[in-house]
């Protein structure tokens, strides 16, 4: 079981960057796949990026492919997510998720999860 906790949110303007955070307890850290989703107001969630177990290999949402970078330091259980370029359409609250299988872009395929931190872009 790992325990999923992220930081790193706040209020920017368009064009600003921001490093969201994952810190995940536990001492098997490598052996989860770990992705990032967001939840726009009144809209389902998404998701946003996702990187394996050895942080190799990476895969991203169309709309954020250029600008977010997902990466991991398994000698430190984190997850970071560096947001550049930020655009109104990237408020939401953003998730962690994390688990032992294979990963994807679904919500479903993830067993745990963070409780979330907001993430508005605005002027």
């Known amino acids: 079981q790992v325990v999923l906790v992220e930081s790193g949110g706040g209020l920017v303007q368009p064009g600003d960057s921001l490093r969201l955070s994952c810190a995940a307890s536990?001492?098997?850290?490598?052996?989860?796949?770990v992705a990032w989703f967001r939840q726009a107001p009144g809209k389902e969630r998404e998701f946003v990026a996702v990187v394996t177990r050895s942080g190799g290999i990476t895969m991203y949402a169309d709309s954020v492919k250029g600008r977010f970078t997902i990466s991991r330091d398994n000698a430190k259980n984190l997850v970071y997510l560096q947001m550049d370029s930020l655009k109104p359409e990237d408020t939401g609250v953003y998730y962690c998720a994390a688990d032992r299988g294979y990963g994807g872009r679904s919500s479903l395929q993830y067993a745990y999860w963070g409780q979330g931190t907001p993430v508005t872009v605005s002027s």
């Open positions: 536990g001492r098997t850290f490598s052996e989860y796949v």
